[in-house]
């Protein structure tokens, strides 16, 4: 059997898939990059916001016509059935299974019971907040091999009022340290130069199994690992983040000065209905204490606009925040309003129109600053890793940069580059949100 495997939304998706794709291939299954010559497809969706559920259905449903040829199952895992499996089952009938987020590794098991019950929809569903410890799955990799995912821990418990995460992946749950320092030598045996650690919020990794917080530790034994020359950091939340943390990024040349670290919002009010709990001051006493600790650090983040009650006021203290603290990396959501969330009941609900019309002021300023930055670093030699090539280009990041999410430095083509290398390049110009590099006529690798 030939199975083809769509991957949307996360990162934290991506390693699903992969933990689906080891054991689809324990049992012969072979994939392949085509959709249409598939005999078996799944769609591993996202869910968190309706753009998210949009392009999840919108992709089931493409693939389902494939039925008229050769597919013959069709199975949706993940955050989508994981809210929504009888209204899947029930109204998309070319769907043969679904899976939810507690249940990967029962991918076979699907399959197995779909050919002996061929004309029954199957669900394999549970009730993820039932899940109180981190389940080892193993996996494959499914990234470039320089770089590859590290998820550290499972589920959240912040609980924000817009936010239906804690209900489709459950309560916080940290993976044990020698497992994750495990799969960690096995990824840099595979030849993984960069680690890119991930959890919905890796800030209070190892609260709930060691009773502290033992982020910093986790990195410190991570570090000297032989062959990763990076270690990147995403979904830090502010809350937690001490001195010591960031004592430690000035510190260990591995870690990326980089830091994804959503706050949604910078207004009080607007924090609070969040339940964001922290305030805006803190958010920027952070920020600020970062930039003196940690010079050059780069920060990525997300702001939601169009929140229920989100006055002038409001919106006109983010606008002043993104123009003054000048965020390098920042992306913008107009409010999605999920049902099963606080928020979803709250008054003073904000009309669409005046959501994008909120965004695209936002996206104008972060243009400003996108540019400022990119012209402030032009001049520079800055060491980047070679990801892929354009034909024209090699695209390539440096640590300022996560891949997928922000831009790319394109280096010209040059016959003693390869994908993976790490070299240095010269910054010489942008062009809005791509960075224009040159090599020296010496590499380092």
């Known amino acids: 059997m030939k199975a ?160 239906i995460i804690p209900g489709i992946r459950g309560q916080y749950r940290s993976r044990k340290k020698e497992d994750i320092l495990t799969e960690a030598q096995w990824l840099s045996q595979k030849g993984v130069k960069e680690l890119i650690v991930i959890a919905e919020d890796i800030s209070v990794y190892g609260m709930d199994l060691y009773g502290k917080n033992e982020l910093v530790p986790l990195l410190k034994e991570l570090a000297p690992i032989d062959g990763i020359e990076r270690i990147r950091l995403l979904y830090v939340y502010p809350n937690h983040i001490s001195d010591e943390f960031f004592d430690l990024m000035a510190n260990e040349e591995k870690i990326c000065n980089y830091i994804d670290m959503p706050i949604q919002h910078i207004s009080d009010p607007v924090l609070k209905k969040m339940g964001r709990r922290i305030t805006g001051d803190r958010i920027k006493e952070i920020i600020e204490k970062a930039r003196e600790k940690v010079p050059g650090i780069v920060f990525r983040t997300s702001l939601i606009v169009g929140f229920p009650g989100e006055t002038e006021e409001d919106f006109g203290a983010l606008c002043d925040f993104v123009t003054e603290y000048k965020i390098e990396r920042l992306g913008v959501f107009a409010y999605s309003r999920e049902e099963d969330t606080p928020a979803y009941k709250l008054p003073d609900q904000i009309p669409e129109k005046i959501k994008l019309k909120r965004k695209d002021r936002i996206m104008k300023l972060q243009f400003k600053n996108v540019k400022e930055y990119n012209e402030a670093i032009i001049g520079k030699k800055i060491e980047v890793i070679v990801d892929d090539f354009d034909g024209i280009f090699f695209e390539s990041r440096s640590c300022s940069e996560t891949v997928e999410i922000d831009p790319v430095i394109l280096v010209k083509y040059d016959d003693r580059i390869k994908i993976g290398d790490i070299i240095e390049c010269t910054i010489v110009c942008h062009s809005d949100y791509d960075i224009i590099g040159e090599i020296e006529s010496e590499l380092t690798e």
């Open 4 to 163: 083809y495997l769509l991957s949307l939304g996360c990162s934290k998706n991506l390693v699903d898939s992969e933990t689906m794709i080891y054991n689809l291939e324990q049992e012969q299954i072979v994939m392949t990059n085509d959709e249409e010559d598939a005999e078996l497809i799944i769609v591993n969706t996202c869910a968190f916001i309706g753009d998210a559920k949009e392009e999840s259905i919108d992709s089931i449903l493409a693939l389902a016509q494939l039925k008229e040829n050769k597919l013959q199952k069709l199975i949706v895992t993940g955050c989508l059935p994981q809210r929504y499996a009888e209204e899947l089952l029930k109204e998309i009938p070319e769907i043969d299974g679904v899976i939810g987020t507690g249940r990967y590794e029962d991918v076979v098991e699907l399959i197995r019971q779909l050919d002996e019950k061929p004309n029954q929809n199957l669900s394999f569903v549970d009730d993820i907040l039932q899940h109180k410890i981190y389940k080892e799955l193993p996996r494959v990799t499914s990234t470039p091999s320089h770089y590859a995912y590290l998820r550290i821990a499972e589920g959240c418990d912040h609980h924000c009022t817009y936010c």
